[in-house]
């Protein structure tokens, strides 16, 4: 289990006992978007990293969707 913590607008945001792999993914898909774990990131810059994630997520349902319908 691990705990993660980012910084936006001077505040301190963190969510303890997530899943390791669940950990390593939202890291690893928040530094895609250009959010960063050691330093203070902007507001505008956590909506993109949500909506990137929104996106994808979206697709997925899609195809998901699209996969049932061919059944």
Do not use: P, W
């Amino acid at each position: 289990m691990r705990e993660l913590a980012l910084t936006v607008n001077g505040i301190r945001f963190k969510v303890k006992n997530l899943d390791d792999d669940f950990a390593a993914y939202v890291e690893k898909t928040l530094e895609e978007s250009g959010l960063h774990f050691n330093r203070d990131n902007a507001a505008d810059k956590l909506f993109h990293a949500f909506l990137h994630l929104a996106a994808r997520s979206y697709d997925y349902e899609k195809e998901i969707e699209q996969i049932i319908q061919e059944k």
